[in-house]
């Protein structure tokens, strides 16, 4: 059984202008210590999959599909037992989640409360436990009596790393954990997570629009474009020999430092991800793509199998229009 | 003079000496009644550099180093109180004049358009701010600003005219931008993380209108940014700020792949790698302005220091107590490091020995 499992989740907001679908038919799996990276850009539903898993959705979004947390289906929680899963079996940081932190209590107070209500810990055992927990993503103990403005930027976020530790969570979801963060201080949070990653042995669901961080601290990729994963697979492999035209995109964005095939050749689409109102026929991508052909604006692809542990959602893997419906041939 | 020589000269479009830039200190109200002052940031700390014309040099630094700041000093947003700008080879007096050669481009598209001007009135503003009527040729406005935007590849520019900014695209807007950057044919263009805001997808296509403009107009280009991997792309020539001044500048080949200064490599080991996270990345707080350290003012930071190479080379005291200047160690590659002196056989011997 693996850890986390989501099955052709579908999340469409309700807005005043109409349904926007977000997330159009996502399925992984996470299992116990694997890091998975979902990468994509602004408004690809990357995001709403997280929000969507710890049902931090707004009141009347259509939420449907199976996300299973340890064989329990979350969508199906109850408030009381959702809100102990939270933090205990499942915590999230956040993008800028260090304005999360309240003003006007000290660092070391506001980390125990979580453990105090999630019944983990009495009070004063869990001062002690806090202690350890700031020692272990690298701030002083004596944090504990400081309050949040006298942090700076990167040490908010580690005092965030810390409380999603507090109750001993089996996963970790980080949705752009470090980009607000300095360059340098992004590196040392990113070095950190990873750090605390092996050694606790956490599952994580990575979540970041910048793919050459994926690639440093994850196990597999998933990428997706307008709601839907449209390549997956071992991170190595994806970055270095993406199979999908918007994997290679994207791939191509991240230069290599030293790489001639970089220097002066900055590589780019055309045009700008789809709006979720009015996605494209066919392949959602298939605008914006330089491959495209005559069957991609009639014909969904699904993500065809592309060699070993790797699928992509293109039409021009091998032996994807053999599977495809409606092409007779 | 060889003719060599003045044609090198004259190829210096614009140069920046000995810049500084000091902000003063602020203190609460309390503080202040009671008469304490508020230490001096001293943000820029004689900056010098040569810009050639077509070409693009990048700034490159975290956050605190300087490389915003040198940028607004030479858009004239900023008066420093030391230093001074070159333009074509003489000193910068009529800075509405300068401006029109120098241009502008920021890094948030979204808060440098306004929201209640059509994209006309957007890239045409410059041209009425400049008083600007008519083009060399006799132009009207509206065919200057159809060349702006169709230069930044927003074409047909009369299909976008009258919609305003929120009706375009994050690129798109960052084109418009630069068409308001376009429309007075500047020399130079200054841009402030010009893609750090954008989809990875999208920057591709920016960054290659930049390289346009240098290649067939001829446009030199200074790219302020915190990403090694983007001056790699687009940079002919690299400069590293940290503290306020510049440490390494050069070709951005010997620069990225033969780094001299230790904090240039300490950037170059936060640009992500495929291979994983596990490789040595600097401890420790962006550097505070307000304190600048004695000596080499990387040195509490500075793994060869921290290492004992600095020490094993005889050089740590100086490190620790002599401020240096760049010192050209490769061929038109220039370094602040005391360390890379002595490695390059370029220094005085150690002091502290015989």
Request: aromatic content about 4%.
């Amino acid at each position: 059984m693996s850890l986390l499992s989501v099955r052709d989740l579908n999340v469409t907001y309700r807005t005043q202008g109409g349904p926007v679908p977000a997330v159009r038919g996502v399925s992984f799996d996470i299992e116990k210590g694997e890091v998975l990276g979902l990468a994509g850009e602004s408004g690809c539903g990357k995001s709403t999959v997280v929000n969507a898993i710890l049902r931090l959705v707004p009141r009347g979004t259509d939420v449907n599909g199976g996300i299973l947390l340890n064989g329990e289906d979350v969508l199906g929680m109850k408030p009381g037992r959702l809100r102990a899963v939270r933090w205990t079996q499942a915590s999230v940081v956040f993008q800028g989640a260090m304005h999360a932190l309240n003003p006007v209590q000290r660092i070391g107070d506001q980390i125990a409360e979580a453990i105090v209500i999630h019944g983990r810990a009495g009070e004063r055992e869990a001062l002690v436990r806090v202690g350890g927990l700031l020692e272990q993503v690298g701030l002083p103990p004596r944090s504990l009596e400081h309050y949040p403005h006298e942090l700076s930027g990167g040490q908010k976020q580690r005092v965030m790393i810390a409380m999603a530790l507090a109750c001993s969570p089996d996963l970790v979801i980080a949705d752009e954990p470090t980009t607000a963060l300095d360059v340098m201080v992004q590196a040392q949070v990113l070095q950190l997570l990873k750090a605390l990653q092996r050694e606790l042995g956490l599952a994580m669901l990575f979540i970041t629009h910048d793919l050459s961080v994926l690639v440093e601290v994850s196990d597999r990729l998933a990428i997706m474009y307008a709601g839907k994963i449209v390549e997956e697979g071992d991170s190595r492999a994806v970055f270095d020999a993406p199979k999908h035209p918007y994997s290679q995109a994207l791939a191509a964005a991240f230069p290599t430092i030293g790489d001639d095939r970089f220097r002066h050749k900055p590589s780019g689409l055309g045009g700008d991800p789809p709006d979720p109102q009015a996605i494209p026929s066919g392949c959602p991508f298939h605008p914006r793509c330089p491959l495209v052909f005559d069957a991609c604006p009639t014909i969904v692809p699904e993500l065809y199998q592309a060699g070993a542990g790797r699928r992509a959602a293109c039409l021009l893997v091998e032996g994807a229009l053999v599977d495809a419906p409606g092409t007779a041939e | 003079m060889s003719g060599s020589d003045e044609r090198a000269n004259t190829d210096v479009v614009l140069e920046v000496r000995n810049l500084g830039v000091t902000f003063e200190g602020r203190v609460g109200l309390v503080s202040g009644l009671m008469g304490k002052k508020g230490s001096d940031a001293r943000a820029v700390d004689g900056v010098g550099f040569e810009l050639r014309r077509g070409e693009v040099l990048a700034l490159a630094g975290e956050s605190g180093c300087g490389k915003t700041t040198t940028a607004r000093v030479i858009m004239g947003l900023l008066k420093p109180q030391q230093g001074e700008i070159l333009f074509e080879g003489k000193p910068v007096k009529n800075l509405r004049r300068f401006r029109r050669r120098v241009q502008m481009v920021f890094q948030d598209p979204m808060g440098s358009l306004n929201p209640r001007q059509t994209i006309y009135e957007i890239v045409a503003e410059a041209l009425r701010i400049h008083g600007i009527h008519r083009g060399e040729h006799g132009e009207p406005e509206e065919e200057l600003v159809a060349r702006a935007l169709s230069r930044a590849g927003m074409r047909p520019p009369e299909r976008f005219f009258l919609l305003y900014p929120h009706e375009l695209s994050g690129g798109q807007r960052q084109r418009v931008v630069i068409a308001g950057a376009l429309v007075l044919e500047p020399e130079v263009i200054v841009a402030d993380e010009p893609v750090s805001n954008l989809d990875a997808s999208v920057r591709g296509e920016i960054l290659r209108l930049l390289m346009k403009l240098r290649e067939e107009d001829q446009i030199s280009i200074i790219i302020v940014t915190h990403d090694l991997g983007l001056a790699w792309t687009v940079a002919d020539r690299v400069a590293v700020m940290y503290l306020g001044r510049i440490v390494e500048i050069g070709p951005a080949e010997d620069v990225l792949t033969k780094p001299l200064h230790p904090y240039t490599q300490a950037l170059l080991n936060v640009v992500p790698e495929a291979e994983g996270i596990d490789r040595p990345i600097l401890s420790g707080e962006p550097p505070d302005p307000t304190r600048i350290p004695p000596g080499c003012r990387f040195h509490p930071r500075c793994p060869e220091v921290a290492s004992g190479s600095a020490a094993q080379a005889g050089v740590e005291a100086r490190c620790r107590g002599e401020d240096l200047g760049l010192v050209e160690l490769r061929p038109g590659h220039l370094a602040a490091c005391h360390l890379a002196n002595v490695v390059a056989g370029n220094a005085r011997p150690p002091v502290a020995t015989s």
